[in-house]
């Protein structure tokens, strides 16, 4: 997109909307920018209160947290990890670092989350995880997944990128799997340009998970005074952000709230006003079941065709509107073929990934530019 038309409207554009940059110039008063400084802490305290998970480590990125999943659940060559195949690469990667094969799933054509129907046929003796995805922040049928995984004593990792704050059943994601991971990256609806957390319901895991966010070492007792001095117990790498991040990110979520409210009001602005256009057009808009509380993330649509997708994200260039489509089916990359991956295997994400449109979304888009984009979707004709 041009940066020359001021009239351009992106896909997403980070906003600053509390005390973030305060913060930030407190974090550098407080002589305390690397990791795991107040700001931390706070973040952190905020996001185990509110969730009601025992422990949240803050990382680099979701896709850090993905990583420390791998370390922690001892993932080792010729393991298996089912994961569905339309994600973001990182929910795999991690595993794959590790020498795990993926198994992939397709998903379901309603929430495009992993289809537990589909679940206990891919679990064999060598299941080590099962990772999925709440696709938007639309919960996964948790209840039958939980069945399937307790019953075969398989963790699951929930990659909740897209879903912090969102519900299944009136319980937050993030609490069921043994760990949950999320993004704050800069698209995310809590951002500090990169950024993640680790949240950890399965106790036993935490003590490891601090050595190996901290490189290998036993430094997060050394500065509980637990110890008195540390040293390399294990395998690890660098995962904590600096304070100054985590600065900016506690102020996002110290105004959740009124995040929130900002986005669900662009949400059903663009659901109600594309509506009659959608029907008209055998255009589907995003699913969610009501027992699902979803965290206005992103909206979508599934055009009738790849043809219809691209002429629909060409004339909205046109106008000015950068649109996006969204997963490459993972089966059928480079990499997912290596793994045996073929055309056919998961037909509902080969089928949704070539349709799936994304409008633009971000806190401060106003009312008269969602009226433009709108217009702009109303005005495209198909052939
Ligand atoms: C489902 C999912 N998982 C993981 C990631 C990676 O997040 P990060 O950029 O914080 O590593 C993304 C990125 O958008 C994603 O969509």
């Known amino acids: ?22 913060y930030i110039a407190e974090a550098i008063q407080n002589g305390h920018a690397a990791g795991d400084g107040i700001f931390t802490q706070k973040s952190q305290a905020l996001l185990e209160q509110v969730l009601g998970v025992p422990k949240v480590l803050l990382t680099t990125s979701c896709t850090d947290a993905l990583e420390m999943t791998a370390l922690l659940l001892n993932i080792q060559q010729g393991d298996e990890v089912i994961v569905p195949s339309f994600t973001f690469v990182s929910s795999i990667n991690a595993y794959v670092m590790r020498g795990a094969k993926p198994v992939f799933a397709d998903v379901r054509s309603d929430t495009l989350n992993l289809d537990e129907t589909q679940l206990e046929r891919l679990i064999t003796p060598r299941t080590k995880a099962i990772v999925l995805v709440h696709y938007a922040g639309v919960g996964c049928e948790m209840d039958a997944i939980c069945q399937i995984a307790a019953k075969h004593r398989i963790p699951i990792v929930e990659d909740n990128a897209h879903g912090l704050f969102a519900k299944y059943k009136g319980r937050y994601l993030g609490t069921f799997g043994a760990f949950a991971t999320q993004s704050f990256h800069e698209t995310k609806n809590f951002t500090c340009g990169e950024g993640g957390a680790l949240l950890i319901n399965d106790l036993r895991y935490v003590e490891r998970a601090e050595i190996i966010r901290e490189k290998g070492t036993n430094r997060s007792r050394f500065f509980r005074g ?10 690890g790498s660098s995962y904590l952000p600096a304070d100054l991040l985590a600065a900016f990110l506690y102020a996002q979520l110290e105004v959740r709230e009124t995040i929130q409210a900002k986005r669900r009001k662009i949400w059903e602005y663009y659901d109600a006003q594309l509506n009659a256009w959608a029907e008209a057009n055998q255009v589907r808009l995003p699913t969610v079941p009501n027992h699902c509380e979803q965290p206005y993330h992103m ?3 599934l055009l009738p065709s790849l043809e219809d997708r691209q002429a629909l994200i060409a004339h909205l260039k046109v106008c000015g509107i950068q649109s996006v489509f969204h997963y490459l089916p993972l089966h059928l990359s ?13 037909p509902v994400t080969e089928d949704v990934s070539d349709r799936l449109l994304r409008l633009p979304f971000y806190n401060e888009l106003s009312q008269a530019e969602q009226e433009r984009i709108v217009a702009a979707v109303i005005s495209c004709k198909f052939d």
């Open 334 to 346: 480079d990499m997912g073929m290596q793994f045996g991956g073929k055309a056919g295997d998961c």
């Open 299 to 301: 909206f979508y649509m």
């Open 1 to 22: 997109m041009s940066q020359k038309n001021s009239n351009a409207i992106p896909f997403n554009r980070p906003t600053i909307v509390g005390k973030e940059l305060t």
């Open 226 to 235: 637990q110890i008195d001095k540390y040293t390399w117990v294990d395998i």
